[in-house]
């Protein structure tokens, strides 16, 4: 079964940078999609962005394209997602999910996703 880890959460100031991480196992990262994905207490799941690894394309919802970055790094097989100019409406519990290859489809909300990681937490403040 895959599994997938995230790390890089942290505690950062307003205009400040994370990068978090995704570490797959299990499977060949090659096999999947990957979105990132971002929760609040009390609110409903919001999907940021999605790679397709073995294509190489990428996906983000218009909220984060500017600040965000997705990549992957087949070698550790790791999915990193580069959060810039942070602003304390990021602050949430982020995590990673996965689900067969099939062009980011879903990403925005995640509901046909399989496999999804135990989140990490990013809190922006001053």
């Known amino acids: 079964q895959l599994q997938l880890v995230e790390s890089g959460g942290d505690l950062v100031q307003p205009g400040g940078s994370l990068r978090l991480s995704c570490a797959v196992s299990g499977y060949s990262l090659n096999y999947y999609d990957i979105g990132w994905f971002r929760q609040v207490p009390g609110k409903e799941r919001e999907g940021l962005s999605c790679?397709?690894?073995?294509?190489?394309?990428?996906y983000y919802v218009d909220s984060v394209k500017d600040r965000f970055t997705i990549s992957g790094d087949n070698a550790k097989n790791t999915v990193y997602l580069q959060m810039n100019k942070l602003k304390p409406e990021d602050t949430a519990v982020y995590y990673c999910?996965?689900?067969?290859?099939?062009?980011?489809?879903?990403?925005?909300?995640?509901?046909?996703?399989?496999?999804w990681g135990q989140g990490t937490q990013v809190t922006v403040s001053s």
């Open positions: 999910a996965a689900k067969v290859r099939d062009s980011c489809s879903d990403y925005e909300t995640g509901s046909e996703y399989t496999f």
């Open positions: 790679i397709s690894s073995s294509s190489s394309s990428t």
